[in-house]
């Protein structure tokens, strides 16, 4: 069973679309991240939620939307893509906000041509 | 940026040696964290280290850390050729408790 999972793997989309993310973990944890990897493998967050309430917000473009429907779930949307959107986006999540380790889940490399 | 640094970018090293990743933060940290990320994978946690601990060891890794320098390091024992990945430390910090993670290192460890 995986801890962490994330779909799709791979998205590769055109300019000026709309596309999602969706993250599942079931480790029972109450806290959940997006974290944006670039090419040269910098990891930003980006995202945290907390029981389905937003507790981190990065300076981050409108255009990127998570959504958390329960605390097991949390999804990343993003209009209008941009070339620069392309990256790797992993989501995690810990047992709670404080103190504990990260599981990842093993990414979704998004191409924006 | 609130983003640490590691020293050296990259490290390649022969089976059996040891490695030694080095690690520089800015805040004040609750704890430190290292992980692993092989190639085109997720990232897998190793250790935490608490900001009242100085040393913590665990199997083949050992994990030193000097508040007053704001610095921390990795120390792989009796390398192997699965040993090959990038490493990132992390830090715990601020009200919001958010993990940073610093630039990484790329070691590659040559069989």
């Known amino acids: 069973d995986t801890a962490v999972s994330q779909t799709p793997k791979y998205l590769v989309t055109q300019m000026g679309n709309d596309k999602s993310i969706k993250c599942e973990q079931n480790?029972?944890?109450?806290?959940m991240y997006w974290y944006k990897q670039d090419s040269k493998k910098f990891l930003k967050i980006m995202f945290s939620?907390?029981?389905?309430?937003?507790?981190i917000n990065e300076t981050v473009p409108n255009r990127f939307s998570p959504k958390s429907p329960d605390k097991a779930h949390l999804n990343l949307h993003i209009n209008s893509l941009e070339l620069g959107d392309s990256a790797v986006y992993f989501c995690?999540?810990?047992?709670?906000?404080?103190?504990?380790?990260?599981?990842f889940g093993e990414g979704s490399r998004l191409t924006v041509l | 940026s609130q983003q640490g640094e590691e020293d050296p970018q990259a490290l390649s090293i022969q089976e059996g040696e040891n490695a030694t990743m080095n690690c520089s933060y800015k805040?004040?940290?609750?704890?430190l964290q290292w992980y692993r990320q092989n190639s085109g994978r997720g990232l897998v946690h190793l250790i935490l280290?608490?900001?009242?601990?100085r040393e913590k060891h665990s199997g083949r890794l050992r994990v030193t850390l000097d508040t007053s320098k704001k610095s921390s390091s990795l120390l792989i024992t009796a390398s192997r050729a699965a040993d090959t990945a990038s490493y990132f430390c992390?830090?715990?910090?601020?009200?919001?408790?958010?993990?940073?993670f610093g630039t990484g290192t790329l070691l590659a460890v040559q069989p």
């Open positions: 995690a999540s810990s047992q709670t906000t404080s103190q504990g380790e990260l599981f």
């Open positions: 939620y907390n029981n389905k309430e937003l507790i």
């Open positions: 280290i608490r900001s009242n601990e």
């Open positions: 992390a830090e715990r910090a601020g009200a919001t408790n958010k993990l940073i």
């Open positions: 480790l029972g944890h109450d806290t």
């Open positions: 805040t004040s940290i609750n704890n």
